[in-house]
């Protein structure tokens, strides 16, 4: 079993930059792929970034040159590195984590608890 743990979310000025990092905890695990997403109320969530198992990335249109996916698997820890906001990038950001269990020799998906970002003046 594997658990995320978010932090890095709060509140910024516009122009701000802000971190996130998804911690995964657990044993026996490698991390692949990671991706972030986002969601305000009323909307469905969208993808921010992917960071694919051989390193190619994709971020959505709307944060591209702005926001930065990265993992260091020496810490089993994704980041998104978010420069430049924009009061529109104000939202709950969730890491989503596909891991390779190595006990079981499964691939299994996790979601993140979530952390509030405000981009406000």
């Known amino acids: 079993q594997v658990q995320l743990v978010e932090s890095g979310g709060g509140l910024v000025e516009p122009g701000g930059s802000l971190r996130l990092s998804c911690s995964a905890v657990g044993n026996s695990f490698d991390i692949s792929a990671v991706a972030w997403y986002r969601q305000v109320p009323g909307k469905q969530r969208e993808l921010v970034a992917l960071?694919?198992?051989?390193?190619?990335?994709t971020y959505a249109a709307s944060v591209k040159g702005r926001f930065t996916i990265s993992k260091d698997v020496t810490k089993n820890t994704a980041y998104l590195q978010m420069n430049s906001l924009k009061p529109e990038d104000t939202a709950v950001y969730y890491c989503n984590v596909h891991v390779f269990i190595r006990t079981n020799l499964e691939f299994s998906e996790y979601w993140g608890q979530g952390t509030q970002v405000t981009v406000s003046s």
């Open positions: 960071l694919a198992s051989g390193g190619d990335t």
